[in-house]
């Protein structure tokens, strides 16, 4: 066996493949656990032995070539990571993405025919993106002597079977993938070796203007209908309105609180467009003082921000799509998910850009909306998933066919929502407040917020400070906490009365500042700021009827005077 020191589950996945000496096996394994270590100890032997003569490694982007031949060369093996012509002398193999294969599969057939090869098929699931692309791995990787396939989620949409896995037929007639070695995301937090994800949900009061040009006000979360969640996500992460400084604000203080323990912890906000990340660039530069790295796509240059990113300081970076899969961002300890995207595949790769572990004591803080579907894939994390062949499509709110259409309206394009550009949708103004945790498989609902004072939401899961056992039973204790103070305060009526009028004023409010806005191109996180200054007082969220009257009020007298 290799020297390469492993940890458990990559010596039992390891042991395992030296019994079986298959030619073809899945390994399914969270990110962050160590696929490339792996997979490379596997080639590692396998080329000592002279069981191969050569290793073709293909993955998903460019960057991971890169990200691939800097850690084969730690075992000895000189990949190719831009591979061009023939291959040079000295060179164990090469690397090539999943759509270069695809250009030229046949040239890459006679390469791998023409010497024994192990072929490394890294986050496999993309052989099913395209009928072109698994058509191409097939032809390319059929002569291979030994085929690996790594995926970190192995679930996929369509109908389209992952090349080289094997399915077994289930008794719904659907067919579903079987890994050889599988390690998820609870077994790796039970063992250490990934950090466990505290969940930040921020709902808060929405306002937009539908294609109908109606008016709406609701609140983040609450019960509504398909298109109105949409558009109600689309206006908290809409970078005017008030609810994304925010949460980037709250995001920012956390960062700050753990790099006091770790200097070079890193932020990450994924957005969903070009723009968006633009603009989200805009706001984290005059709230630190500090330009983040801004990644827009899989372009020139981008693999190198990111290298850059990875190995610097600098406290934020911002990127669309680039960094959800596979980028190993070691730093990474904070994000915001500020996309539209909400497909469980989506969601578990930008994830995995914040488990992988580095220190004892260390807790990942993603910050996301409080809408039920990106809750429930939160609360899912440690659900393991296989690649289901055949299943029925039975309306349109079927889990594998949304994440099929919002999957391939991701990919088609990074560029504004089509629908904000047609002009059939538009935010208003929005705020932020804080909703609800989620933690090591329990959710610390809205009854709690009262109860988690400043100190609390600083002080959860900062490395050094607090142990994630230590973060859950805080987290119950606040709730016990709350949920015994919940008879008392059902007999106090006034105080639903005022909750209600204060819900109704705050709609009021959202939608004389959405009216301002539009009158004077005023910001609304601008006019609220000014609203706050003259009339005294919290945020809008918890303004008290009287305050929240009196910015009614100040507004409709500016109004006035504006007219007049």
Same mark, same amino acid.
């Given at each position: ?8 589950? !990559?010596?039992?996945? *390891? ?79 090469? &690397? ?8 030229? =599969? ?14 490394? %098929? ?18 390319? &990787? ?12 192995? *679930? ?14 289930? @008794? ?66 809409? =970078? ?7 949460? %980037? ?5 956390? %960062? ?21 990340? /633009? ?29 850059? *990113? ?10 669309? /799509? ?8 070691? /730093? ?25 572990? @580095? ?32 299943? =029925? ?125 539009? /009158? ?9 700021? !000014? ?18 009257? +009196?910015?009614?009020?100040?507004? +409709? ?8």
């Amino acid at each position: 066996m290799p020297s390469q020191r492993l940890r458990a589950w !990559q010596r039992d996945a *390891f042991e395992l493949y030296s019994r079986r000496e298959p030619r073809d096996f899945l390994t399914v394994a969270t990110p962050g656990a160590g696929k490339t270590t792996f997979a490379l100890t596997i080639a590692a032997d396998l080329m000592h032995r002279g069981v191969v003569e050569r290793i073709v490694v293909v993955t998903p982007t460019d960057h991971l070539k890169t990200q691939w031949a800097l850690a084969a060369s730690g075992l000895g093996i000189r990949l190719e990571p831009a591979l061009s012509g023939a291959l040079a002398p000295g060179f164990d193999g090469y &690397c090539v993405t999943y759509a270069g294969l695809s250009v030229n =599969p046949n040239g890459h057939r006679v390469r791998i025919d023409a010497r024994k090869t192990l072929v490394i %098929l890294d986050e496999v699931h993309h052989a099913g993106d395209s009928l072109s692309w698994g058509d191409a791995v097939q032809e390319a &990787c059929e002569g291979a002597v030994r085929r690996l396939s790594l995926t970190g989620t192995p *679930f996929r949409s369509d109908d389209s079977p992952i090349p080289f896995v094997t399915y077994e037929p289930q @008794r719904d007639g659907t067919k579903q993938s079987v890994a050889d070695y599988s390690y998820n995301y609870g077994r790796a937090l039970r063992d250490g070796v990934v950090r466990p994800v505290l969940f930040m949900a921020y709902s808060g009061q929405m306002h937009w203007r539908t294609r109908a040009g109606d008016e709406v006000a609701a609140r983040l979360g609450e019960p509504l209908t398909k298109d109105a969640t949409a558009q109600a996500l689309r206006t908290a992460l809409d =970078p005017e309105g008030a609810w994304m400084p925010t949460v %980037l604000r709250a995001a920012h203080r956390r %960062l700050l609180e753990v790099r006091r323990d770790i200097p070079d912890a890193g932020g990450l906000v994924i957005a969903s467009d070009q723009d968006s990340a /633009r603009a989200y660039a805009r706001l984290l530069t005059d709230l630190t003082g500090e330009r983040p790295t801004v990644v827009l796509s899989d372009e020139a240059g981008a693999s190198g921000r990111i290298a850059e *990113f990875s190995a610097s300081m600098s406290p934020w970076m911002v990127a669309v /799509r680039m960094v959800s899969e596979g980028v190993d961002v070691p /730093r990474l300890a904070v994000g915001v998910y500020a996309t539209t995207i909400a497909t469980p595949l989506f969601f578990a790769q930008a994830v995995g850009r914040f488990v992988r572990a @580095r220190r004892r004591g260390e807790t990942a803080s993603v910050f996301l909306p409080s809408v039920a579907g990106l809750l429930a894939l939160a609360a899912d994390l440690e659900v393991e998933r296989d690649h289901v062949v055949g299943r =029925p499509v039975k309306d349109e709110d079927d889990l594998f066919a949304a994440e099929a259409e919002m999957l391939a309206r991701a990919q088609a394009g990074e560029s504004a929502s089509a629908e904000l550009e047609q002009g059939t949708y538009q935010a208003l103004g929005s705020e932020a407040d804080f909703d609800r945790v989620l933690f090591d498989g329990g959710e610390y609902a809205a009854q709690i917020s009262d109860s988690l004072d400043d100190d609390d939401l600083d002080f959860l899961g900062i490395p050094g400070l607090l142990e994630a056992d230590q973060v859950a039973e805080l987290l119950r204790a606040k709730r016990s906490k709350a949920s015994a103070a919940a008879p008392r305060a059902a007999t106090r009526t006034a105080e639903d009365v005022a909750h209600e009028r204060r819900s109704e004023l705050r709609r009021e409010l959202n939608g004389l500042v959405g009216a301002w806005h539009h /009158r004077t191109g005023q910001p609304h996180g601008v006019t609220h700021a !000014q609203l706050r200054t003259e009339t005294g007082g919290p945020a809008a969220a918890q303004a008290t009827v009287e305050q929240l009257q +009196r910015r009614i009020d100040l507004l +409709r007298r500016w109004a006035l005077r504006a007219s007049g």
